[in-house]
């Protein structure tokens, strides 16, 4: 059962930890810099610098 609601959209997750990931779509929070010299990308989770 999906529990954790954004208090914002009211999307539910089945985890606490899924639904602070989500928040950050609505702070803009992105506190992962891409590692290669000159890139100035950001990212809000870190495994989406993999991409």
């Known amino acids: 059962k999906k ?3 954004c ?3 009211k ?4 985890t606490s930890g899924h639904l602070s990931r989500h928040t ?6 992105r ?3 891409c590692p290669f010299p000159g890139c100035e ?3 809000s989770r870190a495994d989406n610098l993999q991409q």
Do not use: I
């Open 41 to 43: 990308a950001r990212c």
């Open 7 to 9: 208090q914002l959209c």
């Open 31 to 33: 506190p992962h810099p």
């Open 11 to 14: 999307r539910a997750f089945t």
């Open 24 to 29: 950050k779509t609505h702070t803009g929070e």
């Open 3 to 5: 529990k954790y609601v």
